[in-house]
């Protein structure tokens, strides 16, 4: 166990005497101590016990080109040594935001105009609610200000972009949302379809609902909507056929602005660039983070498109802009980012997400598909997870209270397999980092098929459950 040789307290002890972690229970880390991992090579990583595990998460959905890349620690080290640092307001720049930022748009979709850097996805949405707000006060709208998510989406963790958040987990604590921001419905068909309702009826109805709330509130009021293509923190949820379709028709209607959250659809995951690619969107601003380094350094982007772009560039008073952090377009992020943005285009590891992703989801079904906890196999390319239900035919929700979801995650570490657990459902993800292999596929399938099996063996000996006579 590694040790601080001056004190000789080991290094789990001073993680807990010296640090918060994030989205952890602050009481309870004391007790449980951190897991400390150490290195990495490809979706392979190593704790400080020397301990391997498969990362079948690529962490947190965004170590898309694996762990232990040189090329991308060579672009840092380089970038490091030529010149650290420089910030880029009042109209200063350096060449590697430069480059990346005309990089970004030659792969965005082609009606997206401008990027604005940041570090994190909360920031990039930050910036995003803000550029919108502007748009509308340029425009002459001010009063346009209400911003519309999901129930259950995840924006991130700044105030605006907890506010946007529609996970009752993020709000409670600090007396959020902030007036002025409303949340939809979830959109996911499996629970929320009626019994025979098609997915296309599905997603009119959802779109309706929308519109709903919308005029409830007065069209002149609301700004835009955000949503993450797939759900990320609500495990892997995909739009309903023509959902997005329904919904963009609502917001033109009614002249709400569409954020497409592509933090982590964004850069391959989907075995696409873009969600906006596979899904046939054209939102307005666009949230880029995650994949855009793979989480080597932080770098994120707030992307709008040419038709708000000319509202700014029209502005007769030259309004500033105040928004921006020192970090904004760091210039060792973006080195890291361009170097990340080759590795992928080389290797071609869009293609692999695809090809690799509809592997992952037929071997999921094929392996688990009839398992008897087995609800839902969903997601797509290499965003995937699996639902839990007591009863496959009739969608009987398994206890959420037993926690089945972290259970599984704690069976799989078991395993050697990094996994998620989510609390308040049942589920499980995959977003393995998109180099994968179907070999390796069939082991991350093999250990989970083990931890699951462990998982119904403990529910059937606690009396919890019993599979469905
Ligand atoms: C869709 C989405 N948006 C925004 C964020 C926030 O990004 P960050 O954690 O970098 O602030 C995340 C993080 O997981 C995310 O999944």
Wanted: net charge negative.
């Amino acid at each position: 166990m590694a040790t601080n040789a001056a004190t000789n307290i080991n290094l789990e002890q001073m993680d807990v005497d010296a640090t918060i972690h994030a989205f952890t229970s602050l009481s309870e880390h004391a007790e449980i101590g951190p897991h400390i991992m150490a290195s990495g090579d490809g979706i392979y990583l190593t704790d400080n016990k020397g301990d391997t595990y498969i990362d079948a998460m690529a962490a947190l959905f965004c170590v898309n080109v694996g762990y232990g890349r040189s090329e991308i620690a060579d672009a840092i080290s380089e970038q490091a040594h030529k010149f650290a640092f420089f910030h880029t307001f009042a109209g200063n720049a350096h060449d590697q935001q430069i480059r990346l930022g005309e990089r970004l748009l030659s792969i965005l979709p082609g009606h997206m105009s401008k990027v604005m850097f940041a570090s994190s996805g909360s920031e990039a949405n930050e910036a995003n609610v803000k550029l919108a707000w502007m748009y509308q006060h340029l425009r002459g709208k001010p009063e346009k200000r209400k911003i519309i998510g999901r129930d259950m989406g995840y924006h991130g963790v700044t105030t605006i972009a907890a506010s946007m958040s529609g996970l009752p987990l993020m709000h409670e604590p600090f007396g959020l949302p902030l007036p002025g921001f409303l949340h939809t419905d979830k959109g996911h068909y499996f629970w929320e379809g009626r019994p025979g309702e098609s997915e296309r009826d599905y997603s009119k109805r959802m779109a309706a609902n929308l519109g709903v709330l919308i005029e409830a509130e007065g069209p002149e009021t609301v700004c835009a909507f955000i949503a993450e293509p797939v759900m990320g923190a609500s495990a892997c949820v995909a739009p309903a056929e023509g959902y997005f379709e329904e919904i963009q028709k609502v917001l033109k209607k009614h002249d709400v602005l569409f954020i497409a959250d592509e933090v982590i659809t964004g850069f391959g995951r989907l075995g696409t660039w873009f969600a906006c690619d596979k899904y046939d969107l054209t939102p307005d601003l666009m949230t880029l983070s995650k994949g855009i380094t793979s989480a080597y350094v932080p770098l994120s982007a707030s992307v709008i498109s040419e038709e708000m772009w000319q509202v700014f560039a029209d502005d007769p008073d030259k309004t500033l802009f105040t928004h921006g952090h020192t970090a904004s377009g760091h210039p060792i992020a973006c080195a890291a980012a361009n170097a990340n943005l080759d590795l992928m285009e080389g290797e071609d590891l869009v293609g692999n997400a695809a090809r690799v992703g509809d592997y992952f989801k037929a071997q999921l079904n094929e392996r688990l598909g009839e398992h008897p906890l087995m609800g839902e196999i969903r997601g797509d390319g290499l965003m995937l997870a699996i639902e839990l239900v007591a009863n496959k035919e009739t969608k009987e929700e398994l206890n959420v209270e037993w926690d089945c979801s972290h259970r599984l995650f704690d069976l799989c570490l078991e395993e050697k397999l990094i996994s998620r657990g989510y609390f308040g459902h049942n589920s499980s993800s995959f977003a393995p980092p998109l180099s994968i292999t179907r070999d390796e596929v069939d082991e991350v399938i093999t250990r989970f098929t083990r931890a699951l099996d462990k998982l119904t063996d403990e529910l059937v000996r606690e009396g919890r459950w019993k599979p469905a006579a």
